[in-house]
């Protein structure tokens, strides 16, 4: 094939364009210079600020600790929506639950966010439940939207699945609890692991939903990193970056791995039942 | 789909309800899940999301037809008995009323539309040769330059934003680079302007563009174009008669995904906007943070829902028939 140089052009600029800001920041967050576009030498030394920033660290672990019980929680929430969605055919207020499963995904957040702290407001009035607004608020409000994510991830991996296994299963007697443990989630693992991540990721990332149903007390890490970001770049922050891109990175390579080696054994024991068979 | 039974094996059979030597308790368990299973998976996620995502949104309704009072709620009551014990309903309108007469909140819905729709168009431009390249890329790199458009989304989309800062501003390393090699000897004015909104907006919001129009794109029939050049088509032609059209729901798919929630944006334009870069969801952020009049501020969110409920109709009118035609097709 004649190789086409205006896409491959364009390509590489939409390529560049998404990586070369955050290899930037990557660079000069090991300036020596507090200020950040000029290059005075390479120091580890914003590193070392940022292990040091008591403020930073405390929301950090908070940030850590809501992400993990929103993750676990939305991928159980999301795993059931999507197999409401995709097994149970036509069921009463269908309609209405892909909606509510879909309008998260889009819904600007300042809205979800003004829309939660004022349910949590009346909710208080009402049943003296959540009291004052803090780590709970958080976690409910970012499970609800990081549920819609999860459903997205697990419904397409659902459609996609063979499901004469579990007919095996069912023929041969085991009773739908059990094929669901024993041969649904196997098989589906690889979208729970993904679900869970992109929840964990979610949450970790949410400042506009964060700022509106916290307390006081609670400060996530993008809204002390929103709020040092607001007076301008700082070197601190750059350091803070890289390591949270890095970590990313790595969790979705080893995700990814994880995946393609499950999905080839898969695709193995398909070519050996099917020259078995024939 | 079932497998015919292999020679030799036992009848197909359902399970039968008592097996001996069960646990009352187990068949009791097992009868409950036979029988309520189903009706739990659907219950469980279906009462959270009213609960949680459906009633926030009725109370937004609610609190903007009320009052704004000094107190705790900051809010008048809707509904309250009078002296003679009527149930008086007192609905507000000056909420609404404010917003139509003072023209900052009608330039803000309209900013912020225009805004949107220009980041919209800006990322399908640079989306969809993306799209498309990954599409026709052999398999091997394909899956990389996936992974590649994917990964950003994995990063922090407060710190995406903020690497804008640094490049875009007047001692920038944008400005910084291009005096160096000589293009400009004035530095640009870009950081606290709309083309940084614009920028921050496609920069965050790409991967959005490019996955559905990727899907659309990859599963075209590849003969249709053969058939096109065997008859004497040429390329750009076949793109804009064959590819264009067919990759229609990719492109709807991926604009609303880019255009919704670029309208109620916050932090891009605060970070990287200026004063005149007036969004519709700064103003909700400072109507709440700043006045703290949450009848106000809930009027602007419904306002702006209004504004965005036929386009999220649209996207899920398209997740809907996607979700078909994979049941369809399995």
């Known amino acids: 094939m004649r190789r086409n140089w205006f896409l491959l052009l364009t390509m590489g600029f939409g390529f560049a364009f998404l990586y070369v800001p955050i290899l930037l920041l990557m660079i000069y967050s090991f300036n020596e210079s507090r200020l950040v576009t000029v290059w005075a030498g390479f120091s580890a030394k914003w590193y070392g600020a940022l292990l040091r920033d008591e403020q930073m660290l405390g929301a950090a672990w908070m940030s850590f600790r809501i992400a993990v019980v929103n993750a676990s929680l939305a991928t159980i929430l999301g795993t059931l929506a999507a197999l409401a969605m995709v097994r149970f055919g036509r069921f009463r207020g269908r309609t209405l639950f892909s909606g509510m499963l879909s309008a998260p995904l889009v819904m600007p957040e300042v809205i979800t966010g003004l829309a939660s702290l004022l349910l949590f407001v009346a909710l208080e009035q009402l049943l003296g439940w959540p009291q004052g607004r803090g780590m709970t608020t958080i976690t409910i409000a970012h499970i609800t939207f990081s549920t819609a994510y999860v459903a997205v991830v697990l419904q397409s991996r659902l459609q996609g699945m063979d499901r004469s296994i579990e007919e095996a299963a069912m023929d041969l007697g085991a009773r739908p609890a059990k094929v669901f443990l024993l041969i649904t989630i196997p098989v589906i693992a690889p979208a729970l692991v993904a679900g869970w991540l992109l929840s964990f990721t979610l949450s970790l990332d949410d400042l506009v939903i964060a700022s509106f149903v916290s307390g006081p007390a609670s400060s996530t890490l993008p809204m002390v990193v929103f709020s040092s970001v607001r007076l301008g770049v700082s070197p601190e922050i750059n350091a803070l970056a890289t390591i949270l891109v890095l970590t990313a990175t790595v969790a979705i390579l080893i995700a990814g791995w994880m995946m393609t080696r499950q999905e080839r054994a898969s695709q193995k024991l398909t070519e050996k039942r099917e020259q078995q068979m024939g | 789909m079932t497998a015919e039974p292999a020679p030799g094996a036992a009848p197909v059979s359902r399970p039968p309800e008592i097996l001996p030597g069960m646990a009352p308790w187990r068949m009791w368990l097992d009868a409950q899940i036979r029988h309520n299973g189903r009706r739990l998976v659907i219950l469980v996620p279906y009462v959270w999301l009213l609960l949680f995502f459906v009633l926030p949104f009725a109370i937004v309704l609610k609190i903007s037809f009320a009052e704004f009072r000094v107190g705790v709620p900051p809010y008048t009551a809707l509904i309250d008995f009078t002296q003679d014990a009527y149930l008086r309903l007192t609905l507000a309108l000056s909420n609404y009323k404010y917003m139509l007469d003072d023209e900052m909140y009608v330039i803000a819905y309209l900013n912020s539309l225009r805004i949107a729709g220009i980041s919209t168009v800006l990322a399908l431009l640079i989306g969809y040769p993306m799209a498309y390249g990954i599409a026709r890329a052999p398999k091997g790199p394909r899956t990389i330059l996936l992974f590649l458009v994917i990964l950003p989304f994995w990063t922090s989309f407060l710190i995406r934003v903020y690497a804008w800062m640094g490049i875009l501003k007047g001692n920038g390393l944008l400005n910084t680079f291009l005096i160096w090699t000589g293009v400009i000897d004035q530095p640009l004015t870009i950081m606290g302007t709309e083309w940084a909104v614009f920028i921050g907006i496609v920069y965050s919001y790409l991967p959005f563009m490019v996955l559905p129009l990727y899907a659309t794109l990859e599963k075209l029939d590849p003969s249709l174009l053969e058939a096109a050049h065997d008859l004497g088509c040429r390329p750009w032609k076949a793109f804009l008669t064959i590819t264009l ?45 700043l006045n703290r009049d949450w009848p106000v501020a809930s009027a602007v969110a419904v306002a702006m829902l209004l504004m965005l409920v036929v386009p999220i109709m649209i996207f899920q009118n398209i997740q809907a028939k996607q979700a078909e035609a994979a049941e369809e097709r399995s």
């Open chain 2, 245 to 289: 059209p067919l990759s229609v729901p990719g492109i709807i798919a991926g604009s609303m995904l880019v255009f919704i929630p670029s309208v109620g944006e916050f932090v891009i334009p605060e970070l990287l906007g200026g004063a005149d870069t007036f969004m519709i969801g700064r103003v909700l952020w400072n109507e709440f943070f």
